[in-house]
Nanobody, 122 residues
């Protein structure tokens, strides 16, 4: 049972990246799921989540309008399209399952994947 994030890398400010998170050993169909990130010297931040059927999505103010979360339950995979990246987006990004995606973010996070590094240069 694990989550594996991929797609991170080095990108210039203003550029785009697409992160993926593949689940193995279990089905994502019945789990809310989201993305957290942690920048050096900063607390971990929940930035986005999506409900089981994809009808509800949450974005933190820091990424709203620039990032788009989606899921493909048939592929057991979560995505995060990141556009107009800023230096402040530099962090390790983690995908996480939880009980619910609500207005405050991912509720009761439980399974954490290994992170993927995103570095945005100026």
């Amino acid at each position: 049972v694990q989550l594996q994030a991929s797609g991170g890398g080095l990108v210039q400010a203003g550029g785009s990246l697409r992160l993926s998170c593949a689940a193995s050993g279990f089905s994502l169909n019945y789990r809310a799921i989201g993305w957290f990130r942690q920048a050096p010297g900063k607390e971990r931040e929940g930035i986005s989540c999506i409900s089981t059927n994809g009808n509800f999505k949450y974005y933190s103010d820091s990424v709203k309008g620039r990032f788009t979360i989606s899921r493909d339950n048939a592929k057991n995979t979560l995505y995060l399209q990141m556009n107009n990246l800023e230096r402040e987006d530099t962090a390790v990004y983690y995908c996480v399952t939880g009980s619910w995606c609500v207005v405050a973010g991912l509720d009761e996070p439980d399974l954490w994947g290994k992170g993927t590094q995103v570095t945005v240069s100026s």
